[in-house]
């Protein structure tokens, strides 16, 4: 299925209100000095990639319920992240998981990805899973098993992965480990830490020139008593072992309960070493949950510091940004729908913070300010400044509102029918 402008046009109706709404709001941020057309042009340049694994219904480790009209192959998966660009028009990219998502079909892969408009981000490898064909069992770990031949057959996948996107246009790959241990003693921390460190700098090194190396951390799950790169100063130190292209790659949901991850995200910014940055959102753990449902004033307090970053940081790569969530009851692209607009909606906030009137109350010791010029952006109903970016580039006034007026789910089904079910956990 693919949606027409036509479709979304009429989807769109009567812009009026919005006429109105938008007006009112710039006519305000005018007057307090905002460039409101350059805000919007940045929020309709800004786009996240859609991982492959997330357009059809997740699961848990205590099943899985699938969704009726799922992708069943990669082209398939292909056409979904074209619907959710055409509504929102910040999907244009897609994030590929080997081998859940090998392509088969390398041009009508790309044929497809370039009618929607949509290139192809990092690319994600495989070694928390045991594949079909592999020689060896990744049960005890992969980059970090006590088995040198394992190890290597972990290092080679990455470096197909690597293969695979270069027929793509990916120019980053993501790795994440889930090598650790269950239980005391049962292996060496240290060991397993360099065993880590040699198998990344041997992916790294067959990188090509024009590639990045994102290293992702996340302190426990699967394992449940330690995580070989447990958290963002590991994935740190092995990235500045690896090389000046291999980063940090930050999850929202590897973290602690209460970890202050704005503060990590200025940190690595302030070296030069944030490569890419996973949304999702969360109550106790990893829960993977739609972006901003839980925590949406720690998001905002997060792209504050990315924008800082951006601003201030030149020596930080242009970041791969991605949606990391699992739909386990909504209809995955409606979920994805609300994760992109509370995306949007985060970085616009951001983006209207006075950064200038901050730093002089944070060198005067001012907190009552600090605190109120950062509410003040928060408390802005951005969501007009997000209509007009999409507007700007054909997409649609409400894209939750347009998915389900065209009917979208009931063509999918419609076309594939009700049984067919996603790759993915």
Same mark, same amino acid.
Not at 1 to 25: P, V
Not at 218 to 231: G, L
């Given at each position: 299925?693919?949606?027409?402008?036509?479709?979304?046009?009429?989807?769109?109706?009567?812009?009026?209100?919005?006429?109105?709404?938008?007006?009112?709001?710039?006519? $305000?941020?005018?007057?307090?000095?905002?460039?409101?057309?350059?805000?919007?042009?940045? #929020?309709? =340049?800004?786009?996240?990639?859609?991982?492959?694994?997330?357009?059809?219904?997740?699961?848990?480790?205590?099943?899985?319920?699938?969704?009726?009209?799922?992708?069943?192959?990669?082209?398939?998966?292909?056409?979904?992240?074209?619907?959710?660009?055409?509504?929102?028009?910040?999907?244009?990219?897609?994030?590929?998981?080997?081998?859940?998502?090998?392509?088969?079909?390398?041009?009508?892969?790309? &044929?497809? @990805?370039? *009618?929607?408009?949509?290139?192809?981000?990092?690319?994600?490898?495989?070694?928390? &899973?045991? &594949?079909?064909?592999?020689?060896?069992?990744? $049960?005890?770990?992969? +980059?970090?098993?006590?088995?040198?031949?394992?190890? @290597?057959?972990?290092?080679?996948?990455?470096?197909?992965?690597?293969?695979?996107?270069?027929?793509?246009?990916? $120019?980053?790959?993501?790795?994440?480990?889930?090598?650790?241990?269950?239980?005391?003693?049962? *292996?060496?921390?240290?060991?397993? +830490?360099?065993?880590?460190?040699?198998?990344?700098?041997?992916?790294?090194?067959?990188?090509?020139?024009?590639?990045?190396?994102?290293?992702?951390?996340?302190?426990?799950?699967?394992?449940?008593?330690?995580?070989?790169?447990?958290?963002?100063?590991?994935?740190?130190?092995?990235?500045?072992?690896?090389?000046?292209?291999?980063?940090?790659?930050?999850?929202?949901?590897?973290?602690?309960?209460?970890?202050?991850?704005?503060?990590?995200?200025?940190?690595?910014?302030?070296?030069?070493?944030?490569?890419?940055?996973?949304?999702? =959102?969360?109550?106790?753990?990893?829960?993977? #949950?739609?972006?901003?449902?839980?925590?949406?004033?720690?998001?905002?307090?997060?792209?504050?510091?990315?924008?800082?970053?951006?601003?201030?940081?030149?020596?930080?790569?242009?970041?791969?940004?991605?949606?990391?969530?699992?739909? !386990?009851?909504? =209809?995955? #692209?409606?979920?994805?729908?609300?994760?992109?607009?509370?995306?949007?909606?985060?970085?616009?906030?951001?983006?209207?913070?006075?950064?200038?009137?901050?730093?002089?109350?944070?060198?005067?010791? =001012?907190?009552?300010?600090? &605190?109120?010029?950062?509410?003040? @952006?928060?408390?802005?109903?951005? *969501?007009?400044?997000?209509?007009?970016?999409?507007?700007?580039?054909?997409?649609?006034?409400?894209?939750?509102?347009?998915?389900?007026?065209? $009917?979208?789910?009931? !063509? +999918?089904?419609?076309?594939?029918?009700?049984?067919?079910? @996603?790759?993915?956990?």
């Amino acid at each position: 299925m693919q949606l027409t402008k036509d479709q979304i046009a009429s989807a769109n109706g009567n812009l009026n209100d919005h006429e109105a709404d938008f007006n009112y709001l710039a006519n $305000k941020l005018s007057r307090s000095g905002t460039d409101v057309e350059s805000l919007v042009k940045s #929020l309709a =340049d800004f786009q996240v990639a859609v991982p492959s694994w997330a357009l059809g219904a997740g699961g848990t480790r205590f099943g899985r319920f699938s969704f009726h009209g799922e992708p069943g192959n990669l082209e398939q998966k292909m056409d979904d992240v074209g619907i959710l660009h055409a509504l929102t028009q910040t999907a244009g990219a897609v994030s590929l998981h080997i081998p859940w998502d090998t392509p088969q079909d390398y041009a009508a892969v790309k &044929q497809i @990805a370039n *009618r929607n408009g949509i290139v192809f981000d990092a690319i994600n490898s495989n070694t928390f &899973q045991d &594949q079909p064909g592999s020689k060896y069992s990744y $049960k005890h770990g992969s +980059l970090a098993n006590t088995d040198e031949a394992i190890r @290597a057959q972990a290092v080679q996948h990455n470096q197909e992965v690597v293969r695979i996107g270069e027929k793509l246009g990916s $120019k980053s790959l993501t790795i994440w480990l889930a090598d650790g241990t269950s239980f005391p003693g049962q *292996r060496s921390f240290q060991k397993a +830490l360099a065993q880590t460190e040699k198998s990344c700098q041997e992916i790294y090194t067959a990188l090509p020139e024009d590639w990045s190396l994102l290293i992702e951390y996340k302190p426990y799950e699967p394992n449940f008593y330690s995580t070989v790169i447990m958290d963002w100063g590991t994935s740190f130190m092995l990235a500045n072992a690896c090389g000046d292209r291999a980063y940090t790659l930050v999850d929202l949901g590897h973290h602690l309960p209460n970890t202050n991850i704005e503060q990590i995200v200025a940190t690595l910014m302030a070296k030069g070493k944030l490569g890419g940055f996973h949304f999702n =959102d969360s109550k106790y753990g990893d829960d993977d #949950l739609t972006v901003g449902s839980i925590k949406p004033y720690a998001l905002f307090l997060i792209f504050n510091e990315l924008v800082y970053g951006m601003r201030h940081n030149p020596e930080n790569p242009n970041l791969a940004w991605m949606i990391d969530a699992s739909h !386990n009851i909504k =209809d995955p #692209l409606e979920d994805l729908i609300q994760s992109l607009e509370a995306i949007q909606e985060a970085y616009a906030k951001a983006l209207l913070i006075d950064q200038i009137a901050l730093s002089e109350a944070q060198l005067n010791h =001012d907190v009552v300010k600090c &605190q109120e010029i950062l509410q003040e @952006a928060y408390r802005t109903d951005v *969501r007009p400044l997000l209509q007009r970016a999409r507007l700007s580039r054909g997409g649609a006034l409400s894209p939750l509102a347009a998915y389900r007026s065209l $009917k979208v789910r009931e !063509n +999918l089904i419609r076309e594939r029918g009700m049984h067919t079910v @996603a790759t993915g956990l």
